[in-house]
């Protein structure tokens, strides 16, 4: 796959229901379809960014393919979509090492609190052409 600018791949957790429902929120916001997604299980990661080994965060590939990872990752997400920028101009003035760390607890507790699949399973049709296998 060619990214053109401001293209971005979210790679995420393909067994995680919180995970999972960040993606599909984040594929219903992205109006023009800049955004692919894909999970650390796929092939197409373990073909092309076999050294990306951080389960426990999203992580985003630019079209440099240069990686961002925990709240850096999910910033990158907002801006993406052109989300609430008075949030995303807060996200970007707190310190990342405390934005980091509450990234790490939720992502600690990601299971326990919202679930874990036992499949990763497909992707609806929302998301089902921009995902890379």
């Not at 299980?41 to 240069?66: A, Q, R, T």
């Not at 990686?67 to 999910?74: G, I, P, T």
């Not at 980091?100 to 326990?112: P, T």
């Amino acid at each position: 796959m060619v990214m053109d600018n401001g293209s971005i791949i979210i790679v995420f957790d393909g067994y995680c229901v919180l995970c999972d429902n960040f993606v599909k929120w984040i594929a219903k916001k992205d109006k023009y379809h800049k955004i692919h997604f894909t999970t650390f299980e796929s092939d197409y990661i373990k073909k092309n960014y076999s050294e990306i080994k951080l389960k426990n965060s999203v992580v985003v590939i630019n079209s440099k393919k240069n990686f961002f990872k925990k709240s850096e990752a999910v910033i990158l997400c907002l801006k993406a979509i052109d989300y609430n920028r008075t949030l995303i101009t807060a996200l970007d003035i707190l310190p990342r090492t405390i934005l980091d760390i509450g990234y790490s607890l939720v992502a600690f507790f990601r299971y326990k609190i919202f679930g874990k699949k036992k499949i990763c399973s497909l992707p609806n049709t929302i998301i089902s052409e921009r995902m890379l296998n």
